[in-house]
């Protein structure tokens, strides 16, 4: 099981840091994609990283590249997703997932992953 959290209202330019803490599973077999969704639009892939978390293990959507990091704590089970410079458009509910790293990971994600609940973060003044 997945389960994200630490989402919240921060208003434009602001920073959260989100968690995705895992239980029941290898949690360092998988990589971890961050996916959201915001009001009437379909779910996207914002960030995922590879099951170490080394370098070159981990991808962004252009949308958040340069202001979101992705890390991941294999000893805690956890992936954390720090957001910076956070716009309005940010606005959504975040969820993780697992998936396989890279590329094609949110289809997989989509197709085979096991999700948990979302977190939501607004972004407004």
């Known amino acids: 099981q997945l389960q994200a959290s630490g989402g919240g209202l921060v208003q434009p330019g602001g920073s959260l840091r989100l968690s995705c803490a895992a239980s029941?599973?290898?949690?360092?077999?998988?990589?971890i994609g961050w996916f959201r969704e915001a009001p009437g639009k379909e779910r996207e892939g914002v960030s995922c990283?590879?099951?170490?978390?080394?370098?070159?293990?981990?991808v962004y959507a252009d949308s958040v590249k340069g202001r979101f990091t992705i890390s991941r704590d294999n000893a805690k089970k956890a992936v954390y997703l720090t957001m910076k410079s956070l716009k309005p458009e940010d606005t959504a509910v975040y969820y993780c997932?697992?998936?396989?790293?890279?590329?094609?990971?949110?289809?997989?994600?989509?197709?085979?992953?096991?999700w948990g609940q979302g977190t939501l973060v607004t972004v407004s003044s």
């Open positions: 029941g599973f290898t949690f360092d077999d998988y990589a």
């Open positions: 997932s697992t998936t396989r790293f890279y590329p094609g990971w949110e289809t997989f994600a989509r197709t085979f992953g096991s």
């Open positions: 990283i590879s099951h170490s978390g080394g370098s070159g293990g981990t």
